[in-house]
């Protein structure tokens, strides 16, 4: 294994004060970075102050948007100790993501390593109210300084880090989600089941369109024939329907959520039925008519998950429950922050402790 170098910051940042820490706002004193040169592989894994990078113009990540990255957080836990939740599931992703839009791929083990070495660097930097953590952004872009579509011969990788309150400033509230009848998001064979820049570029105007009217996220069809469910927003869905719970499989189009396969394993560890399979959104609608879609939720790291209490579809509105937080989504939920925080036991092993 490479071993990682440590400049340490000669000129440490104000950190943010008090418990309103908003997303995504806030970066460290210190990243993480590795250079990838073709014939060499990776090299040069370092930790140096938080700073720009310098780009050319001509950098063809500006152009062709070929650029990877991942999500997950650090947790300061109830007994002082620092966890991360899956993170060697953050990387194998990543080489999936690389894999699709030709980026070479990155040691699993080591990314790992590198991850628990900044967070111990910038270890004062972990928040420690309610419901807060610290968000960890690795990051792989083309590097080349050329004019032309192919794929790079360098690219640099990064690891950056946010403290963060919740993704909702609102918590745990529900959520009114509008079905996104133009624009798709991911087709099969496209990069919908990868973390590339360039779907989210792609989801940027519905996501708009629905919070000018009032709505939080889209719920995303698919892109052949806009009939069946796919994601809401930058989050896998899943609904309880007649007491089993149902989430879009992964054809290809959707992206493979840690949050989404953890709220699956934990459900078929409580004895529910977790089912994977295509749901049309006629079935779905058919199912709020007559009251037998109970709960709707979203999974992803920022939010965990995120209750969706009303679905808007056309000119239609379906309250989803009684519009509040469901009971089993209440429960995933309680479960997920209670191993992510060291709250309860972790019988299937998901942390890694920072020591
Ligand atoms: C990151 C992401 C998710 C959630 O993945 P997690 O691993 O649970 O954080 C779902 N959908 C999209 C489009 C995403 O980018």
Partial sequence: MQTITITRTQNPKEKPQGDKLPFGVYTTDHMFLMDYTEGQGWHDARIVPYAPFQIDPSCMVLHYAQEIFEGMKAYYGVDGKVRLFRPSENFKRMNFSAERLVIPAVDVDFCVEAVKTLVDVDRDWIPTAPNTSLYIRPFVFATDNH????????????????????????????????????????????????????NYAASLRAGDRAEKKGYSQVLWLDGVEQKYIEEVGSMNVLFKINGEVVTPALLGSILPGITRKSCLELLRSWGVPAIERRISVDELIACAKDGSLEEAFGSGTAAVVSPIGELIYGEDEYVIGNGGIGELTQKLYDNLTGIQWGRIPDPFGWTVVVE
């Fill in 147 to 198: 004019i032309g579509v192919h794929a790079s011969h360098s690219y640099l990788f990064a690891i950056i880090l946010s403290p963060v309150g919740p993704y909702y400033p609102t918590g745990l509230d529900p959520v009114k989600i509008m079905i996104e009848q133009e624009d798709v998001r991911a087709v099969r064979g496209g990069t919908g089941f990868t973390k590339c820049g360039g």
